[in-house]
């Protein structure tokens, strides 16, 4: 499979604690990207890479979140001292060049008791 | 699971029949469009976009409409089949912007045997 891998699937966590997901973008992509969505929205922008470098976060993104791509290949999104709003589904795309086709994963559904 | 919501605008066909779905924009810088399918437990799928110097785009049974002056665009499915059941967004992206594509809000499609 050469699309957009994300993992966990799914994850329960408690209000309070870190969680962190991992994004595999497809191999030959220099762009990913994050976006969250909520039950009945669309994708909400959270941020995005080219290559390594974190180039716009939006205001969504509090202190709690943080992300990274190392090497530029795989990305990893961590929020600390989760809360119950932060309960959505985390989605990771990626893109070739100019960045406009976007290519989603099946996404990481969190959920915050 | 689940990640699309419940209170989705929603849009019922019946098989073979054509379907019209809408979406406004309110960005007039926006210069890029895109539709994207979303299905259950899914991440969105890109169907087919359109730069704002055309007016229309045809792709395989689908076609996209920009109406720039009234900030206007729609996608048309011929022929519908069980499998476009989904939850349709359309996204833009500013000229301005070197990353950022905004998800409208989305409209389900349902399809009647």
């Known amino acids: 499979d050469t699309g957009v891998s994300q993992n966990p699937r799914h994850k329960i966590t408690k209000r309070g604690q870190n969680v962190t997901f991992r994004c595999d973008p497809i191999?030959?992509?220099?762009?990913l990207y994050w976006y969250r969505q909520t039950l009945g929205q669309g994708p909400e922008f959270l941020t995005y890479f080219q290559n390594e470098a974190q180039l716009e976060k939006s205001r969504l993104l509090s202190d709690r979140f943080s992300a990274e791509r190392p090497k530029g290949s795989f990305s990893t999104l961590e929020i600390q001292r989760t809360e119950q709003g932060d309960s959505a589904m985390y989605l990771c795309?990626?893109?070739f060049g100019q960045g406009e086709k976007l290519f989603f994963g099946s996404g990481t559904q969190l959920s915050v008791l | 699971g689940e990640n699309v919501g419940l209170h989705l605008p929603t849009l019922s066909v019946q098989e073979g029949d054509n379907s019209i779905i809408n979406c406004a924009y309110s960005n007039s810088a926006s210069d890029y469009f895109i539709w994207y399918k979303q299905e259950s437990g899914k991440g969105p799928q890109f169907i087919i976009d359109i730069r704002s110097n055309m007016d229309k785009r045809q792709g395989q049974r689908v076609t996209v409409l920009l109406n720039k002056t009234v900030k206007h665009l729609s996608l048309q499915i011929a022929a519908t089949q069980p499998g476009d059941s989904a939850v349709y967004f359309c996204?833009?992206?500013?000229?301005?912007?070197?990353?950022?594509?905004?998800f409208g809000s989305g409209t389900r499609l349902s399809i009647r045997p």
């Open positions: 191999s030959e992509h220099n762009r």
């Open positions: 795309a990626s893109s």
């Open positions: 996204a833009e992206k500013a000229e301005s912007s070197a990353s950022k594509i905004i």
